[in-house]
Nanobody, 116 residues
Framework: QVELVESGGGLVHEGGSLRLSCAAS????????MGWYRQAPGQQRELIAT???????YLVDTVKGRFTISADNAKNTIYLQMNDLRPMDTAVYYC??????????WGKGTQVTVSS
């Protein structure tokens, strides 16, 4: 059984930075890729960034130039470096992993709050 645990969220002022981590533990499959999503109050969960097991990355336009996704395969961990944070970035941030069968695992999320 795989568990994904996010950490690093918190309260930050506009323009500040946070680094989120997502650590996988348990019987870890070979993920096709992993990603970060976020869900603001009253909104649908939206994709923010992905990274494949080959290291290819994708960032949604609204965070390009501000956020960076990376992975440390030795630690079974992915990261989301978030700079120049804005109030619109306030949300619960979730990580996920997709295995070879396209089964998706989710973490429980970490809250990010950006004050103006």
């Amino acid at each position: 059984q795989v568990e994904l645990v996010e950490s690093g969220g918190g309260l930050v002022h506009e323009g500040g930075s946070l680094r989120l981590s997502c650590a996988a533990s348990g019987v870890i499959p070979r993920f096709r890729g992993m990603g970060w999503y976020r869900q603001a109050p009253g909104q649908q969960r939206e994709l923010i960034a992905t990274i494949t097991n080959d290291g290819d990355t994708y960032l949604v336009d609204t965070v390009k130039g501000r956020f960076t996704i990376s992975a440390d395969n030795a630690k079974n961990t992915i990261y989301l470096q978030m700079n120049d944070l804005r109030p619109m970035d306030t949300a619960v941030y979730y990580c996920n992993g997709i295995d070879a069968s396209y089964y998706t695992y989710w973490g429980k999320g970490t809250q990010v709050t950006v004050s103006s």
